[in-house]
C-alpha cells in the first residue's frame, strides 16, 4: 500500500478504480482545502521547474483557478486585479533583471 495524503484531482479515484486498484478519500474541510492548495501550488511549481512543458504549466493554473473559486473570485474578476498590477507596474515583456539600487 502506498500513502500519499495529499489533494488529488477530482477524477483520480475513479481513475485508480478503473486501473483495478482501490483507494480511500476524505473530503476536506475548509481551512484544511485552503491549506492543501497552497501546498499543490508549490508542488506544482517544483514540477515545472524540474520539467517546464505546457502541461505542468496547465496543472499549475488548475490549481490557481480552485483557489480563486474557493476564495469566490471569478476569472473575470481576477483578470481585472491582473490588468490593473500590468498597468501600474507592467509586465515582463522587456526582460529587465535588476541588478541593484543605489541610494
Given at each position: 500500500?502506498?500513502?500519499?495524503?495529499?489533494?488529488?484531482?477530482?477524477?483520480?479515484?475513479?481513475?485508480?478504480?478503473?486501473?483495478?486498484?482501490?483507494?480511500?478519500?476524505?473530503v476536506l474541510g475548509?481551512?484544511?482545502?485552503?491549506?492543501?492548495?497552497?501546498?499543490?501550488?508549490?508542488?506544482?511549481?517544483?514540477?515545472?521547474?524540474?520539467?517546464?512543458?505546457?502541461?505542468?504549466?496547465?496543472?499549475?493554473?488548475?490549481?490557481?483557478?480552485?483557489?480563486?473559486?474557493?476564495?469566490?473570485?471569478?476569472?473575470?474578476?481576477?483578470?481585472?486585479?491582473?490588468?490593473?498590477?500590468?498597468?501600474?507596474?507592467?509586465?515582463?515583456?522587456?526582460?529587465?533583471?535588476?541588478?541593484?539600487?543605489?541610494?
Amino acid at each position: 500500500m502506498r500513502v500519499y495524503n495529499k489533494l488529488v484531482r477530482d477524477r483520480i479515484p475513479d481513475i485508480i478504480a478503473a486501473s483495478g486498484k482501490r483507494c480511500a478519500v476524505r473530503v476536506l474541510g475548509d481551512e484544511e482545502y485552503l491549506l492543501s492548495l497552497n501546498q499543490k501550488l508549490g508542488e506544482e511549481v517544483e514540477e515545472y521547474r524540474a520539467n517546464p512543458g505546457v502541461e505542468e504549466l496547465a496543472d499549475l493554473v488548475e490549481v490557481v483557478h480552485a483557489i480563486l473559486e474557493f476564495k469566490g473570485i471569478t476569472l473575470e474578476q481576477f483578470e481585472q486585479i491582473r490588468r490593473e498590477k500590468r498597468e501600474a507596474r507592467g509586465g515582463f515583456s522587456r526582460r529587465l533583471f535588476l541588478l541593484h539600487v543605489s541610494d
